[in-house]
């Protein structure tokens, strides 16, 4: 597997400060971590509200299509 020692742990750190820069770093966590606590809170909420659920459709009632009127 990849980052099994700590020698790939510490080359990926090197890369990551190399190209991003050492300022830079902690507020790209930031804004990760950010982005993550958001879609944390809409999967829940969208789980509590049951739209994480596919709904079934009833094979007996087909949609009306309102261009036939």
């Known amino acids: 597997m990849f980052l099994r020692e700590p ?3 510490l080359l ?3 890369v990551l400060v190399i ?3 050492a300022k830079r770093l902690p ?4 804004s990760v971590a950010k982005s993550l606590r ?3 809170t809409e999967m829940k909420s969208d789980k509590e ?3 994480g659920e596919p709904k079934a ?3 007996d009632k ?3 299509d309102e261009s036939d009127k």
Not at 27 to 30: F, M, N
């Open 57 to 59: 459709l009833d094979k």
């Open 12 to 14: 990926l750190v090197l």
């Open 19 to 21: 190209l991003f820069g």
């Open 49 to 51: 509200e049951g739209k």
């Open 7 to 9: 020698s790939h742990i």
């Open 62 to 64: 087909e949609p009306k």
């Open 27 to 30: 507020d790209s966590a930031k």
């Open 38 to 40: 958001i879609f944390k």
